[in-house]
């Protein structure tokens, strides 16, 4: 049997709880989230590359990814992610295949107005579709649960926008344990077409004998190629505890009826569970 066998695997599957839980996030093509949901009765569409590793445990790449919105009700999305996951562990073989599902529900209880910010909450399940034993998965469900404000101000071509806030994942997996994670952004919309920002997000410590936290500040933005299609980027790496590196890249698209605003839809929300998934089952990228 190879000694470093369970290391291996362990240091694996940290690394896709680490990238994992990026993917939420993620406010793409940013770490921290957002508290706005997608419009009622939109869709947006991400295909998408995530990377995140560290000097000792390797590096996870999620990718091709794919994650999918839907507003289902005014103020509320559903969220869906599926990833191909590449774990690369120095010193073993490296593991692809499917790696877990992701499934979460986006709820805004507070509307921005002039002096209060948006006010959300973003929860999340990961479920355990990728191989544990190749450190695909977790191999076992975990989930996380947390609260995001927002507010902008200025002028449309050249807004300003701030939103973050933090929470709580909790990993009931044997050699990983349960931990807070927080961040904070600031964007500005600097032309027509493009948006740049920054953040800084950090996570505590996942595992109950090694000290694993990390701060990490990330640049990037998205450029609009057109109404409803844009190239989202970002890369970063940490400033303060663990060594650790993070990239995002998509191509992201969003559709849906025009002038179905939350208030102006308000009487039309869909009736019953099954009106979503045939919702769900017809999306097509325009």
Request: glycine fraction near 12%.
């Amino acid at each position: 049997m190879n000694p470093k066998g369970p290391s291996l695997r362990f240091g694996s599957v940290l690394l896709t709880v680490i990238c994992m839980y990026s993917t939420a996030h993620a406010g793409p093509p940013f770490q921290t989230d957002d508290p706005e949901p997608v419009e009622y009765r939109h869709f947006e569409m991400y295909a998408f590359e995530l990377s995140d590793g560290t000097t000792t445990g390797g590096t996870t790449l999620s990718a091709p990814a794919y994650e999918v919105n839907y507003g289902v009700i005014p103020n509320v999305q559903l969220h869906l992610v599926l990833p191909f996951t590449n774990a690369f562990v120095p010193d073993g073989p490296n593991q692809h295949g499917i790696g877990d599902t992701e499934f979460g529900i986006k709820l805004r209880f507070v509307k921005e107005t002039k002096h209060m910010p948006q006010i959300g909450i973003f929860p999340f399940f990961e479920f355990p579709t990728g191989n544990a034993d190749k450190g695909l998965g977790v191999g076992k469900t975990w989930y996380r649960i947390p609260l995001w404000l927002q507010k902008s101000w200025g002028p449309d071509e050249q807004k300003w926008t701030t939103y973050g806030g933090g929470g709580y994942a909790v990993v009931p997996q044997d050699g990983l344990k349960n931990y807070p994670f927080a961040g904070w952004l600031m964007q500005r919309q600097v032309s027509k077409k493009l948006t740049l920002g920054a953040e800084l997000f950090g996570h505590g410590t996942q595992t109950p004998d090694t000290p694993h936290s990390s701060t990490l500040l990330d640049l990037g933005g998205y450029y609009e190629f057109k109404e409803g299609f844009d190239l989202q980027f970002c890369a970063g790496r940490s400033i303060y505890g663990q060594p650790e590196t993070y990239t995002y890249l998509s191509l992201y698209w969003t559709w849906g009826p025009k002038g179905s605003d939350d208030e102006g839809e308000k009487d039309k929300a869909p009736g019953s569970a099954s009106k979503m998934l045939s919702a769900l089952t017809r999306i097509r990228p325009h």
